[in-house]
């Protein structure tokens, strides 16, 4: 039963992944998601039903459009897999037995924001706020519901006080520095902020610091091979994202090796 309901999450994440693609495309353009239905790019053909299962159909078609055989990009399949295999991801390490199962909504939604913000992001340099300010209230709402399903309201708490946290860091970090970062990094960081602040204090510290070393490291490496120069922009909310994931897997136990690397 636990397999197939893993099998039945990942099959969510590819439908979940289709429709990223169209969120992906159209919010940074200021276009509705929802209409008109999705068409080929270059001759304007509505997509068919058919023609819209993820990844299967991009592999029929041989990444051509069936109407004027125009080029499919990859990455319309690698978006649909990619959140396939962190819904799955996600699920295997929530687990399905209570209370822990309360927890996986809240984090199946961060895992297809992250997936959706990861890519605008790379492709804008902008985390439009139609897709950050709702989850204040949506992740919010979510995790709630897990303090309420788990009985553990102190992580509610934290979850505030980890929000109001890192968005209060990153505010101070583009007020003393306004090129190095946006405010909609700052907007990002409160909604993550949650997320940690919910999971543990040690997940809050490391999935803020895991941020800033990915990003440093990432930054560093395209200056050593040529593909940068200083002052170059970098989008920073994929490193963001990929900290908070680092934080919310093993935050906990590595700030609790840390910790006891000083005790006595």
């Avoid at 919010?27 to 239905?37: C, G």
Wanted: charge should be positive.
């Amino acid at each position: 039963m636990a397999a197939v309901l893993v099998a039945l999450s990942g099959l969510l994440g590819l439908a979940i992944g289709s429709f990223l693609n169209v969120v992906v495309w159209r919010v940074p353009r200021h276009e509705s998601v929802v209409a008109p239905p999705s068409a080929c790019p270059g001759c304007g053909a509505r997509i068919r039903a058919r023609d819209n299962v993820p990844v299967l159909s991009w592999l029929l078609l041989r990444a051509r459009c069936r109407d004027c055989d125009a080029p499919i990009p990859a990455r319309y399949p690698l978006i649909e897999l990619l959140t396939g295999v962190l819904f799955v991801g996600v699920t295997l390490w929530t687990g399905l037995e209570a209370p822990e199962v309360w927890a996986l909504p809240a984090r199946l939604y961060l895992a297809a924001v992250a997936v959706a913000l990861a890519f605008i992001d790379l492709d804008t340099h902008t985390l439009p706020n139609r897709i950050v300010l709702p989850s204040y209230a949506i992740g919010a709402g979510l995790l709630a519901l897990a303090s309420a399903g788990t009985g553990d309201w102190g992580a509610l708490l934290r979850a505030a006080v980890g929000g109001a946290v890192l968005w209060v860091f990153y505010l101070l970090l583009v007020l003393a520095y306004p090129r190095g970062m946006g405010f909609g990094d700052v907007k990002l960081a409160g909604v993550l902020g949650l997320y940690l602040g919910w999971t543990g204090w040690g997940a809050l510290v490391v999935g803020g610091f895991a941020a800033f070393l990915l990003g440093g490291v990432v930054g560093l490496g395209l200056l050593v091979a040529g593909r940068a120069k200083r002052g170059t922009g970098i989008p920073f909310g994929p490193w963001m994202l990929l900290g908070a994931a680092v934080g919310l897997v093993g935050g906990e136990r590595l700030w609790a090796l840390y910790l006891g690397g000083f005790g006595p």
